[in-house]
C-alpha cells in the first residue's frame, strides 16, 4: 500500500485498511491517557500538590529501601529532564514532604525519602486512589496487565527516540524555519488575497 497519506510504514502496523487500525489504536490510546491525565490532576489537587509534585512523591515513597531514589534515578523513572525535577524536589523539601540525605555510598549523591507528614498526606490521598485505579484497570486480568506493563515500559522507551527524530526531521525539511506549516500556509494565503 503506498498511499502518500499512510502515517505509518511498518508492516506490523499495517493491514488491509492501511494504517486505519493504527489510528484506531491511537484514538483509544489518547482517549485512555486523557483519563489517566484527569485522574492524576485529581489525585494533586485532592493533595494539595501540582501533578509533578504528585508524581514525585509517589515514586519516591514507593522507591524500594534497597535502590533509594536520587534525583537521576527519580528523573529517568519519571522520563522528566534532571533540572525539572530538582526543582520540584527542592519545593517539596520546602513543604516538610521530602527529605534529602547524603547517600551512603556515594558522597556525591543525595537520595531522598518521604518525610512522616508526607506519609500521612499520602495515606490520605491512597483512600481516594485506589478505588479510581481499580476502575481505570478493571477490565485487564492479571496476565494482560502484567503485559500492558511490559509494553508500556517498550513504548515509553521508543516514544524519547521518536521525539528526537521528529525534532531532527523538523529540522531538516524546513531549515531555518521554526514556523509550523499552518502558519506559512495562512502567510500564503493572505498574501495571495492582496496580490488580488
Known sequence: MDS???TTSRPELLDDSGDQTFRELLY????FGRSLDAARAKF?????LSTTQYLI?????HSRQDEPLGINQLAERLYLSG???????????SDGLIEKTTHAGDRRRVQLAVTPAGIERLTRLAAFQRPVNDALFKTLSRDEFKQLLQLLNRLATDGDQA???ASHIERTLHPGDNEPMSTTTRGRKRSIGRSR
Open 83 to 93: 533540572a525539572f525535577v530538582t526543582i520540584e524536589v527542592n519545593k517539596l523539601v
Open 4 to 6: 502518500p497519506l499512510l
Open 163 to 165: 521525539i528526537k527524530l
Open 57 to 61: 512523591l509517589i515514586a519516591v515513597m
Open 44 to 48: 494533586a489537587g485532592y493533595a494539595d
Open 28 to 31: 483509544a490510546y489518547f482517549a
